[in-house]
């Protein structure tokens, strides 16, 4: 038995099926890129442009708010410089009420002291009158008594 050895030792042959499969695989690259590749590098790209959007909605929205929160502020300062003005304006208010009603109060205790003291001056000389009339009676009957006869006014 004769043996011959041949030996290949050529790793890659190029032959025809090479460039089928070169053919073949080119093919796939096309519709991989064709069907994957290029739906999703525009997906992606769909993606920043959103993101992007979304960032620049979200920078007006950060001034808005800041604008806002400005009037807020600006707003605030005015009312609270109204509600000071306003009690200021009702202290005075209150003051002038005060000063009114004291005055009025003053009046009438004065009128009632004036009434107070014309009452008591007229019973005092009610009784003053009463007084003298019954102590001139008295003083008469006394006289009647001491003398033993009637006298005449």
Do not use: C, H
Not at 37 to 53: H, V
Not at 99 to 125: G, Y
């Amino acid at each position: 038995m004769d043996f011959q050895i041949v030996s290949n030792i050529a790793l890659i042959s190029i032959n025809a099926t090479l460039v089928v499969q070169l053919i073949s695989f080119l093919i796939f690259l096309f519709l991989i890129n064709w069907i994957m590749i290029q739906p999703l590098r525009r997906t992606m790209a769909e993606r920043a442009g959103y993101l992007d959007r979304m960032r620049l909605d979200i920078l007006e929205a950060e001034k808005e708010m800041t604008r806002l929160l400005k009037q807020l502020v600006d707003r605030e300062k005015s009312v609270r410089k109204e509600a000071l003005l306003v009690t200021l304006e009702m202290e005075n208010e209150g003051r002038r009420s005060a000063s009114e009603i004291l005055r009025d109060v003053r009046q009438e205790v004065e009128s009632f002291r004036n009434k107070s003291r014309k009452t008591v001056s007229d019973q005092l000389a009610a009784a003053r009158e009463r007084l003298e009339q019954e102590s001139e009676g008295l003083a008469l009957s006394i006289m009647e008594k001491l003398l033993d006869r009637r006298l005449t006014r």
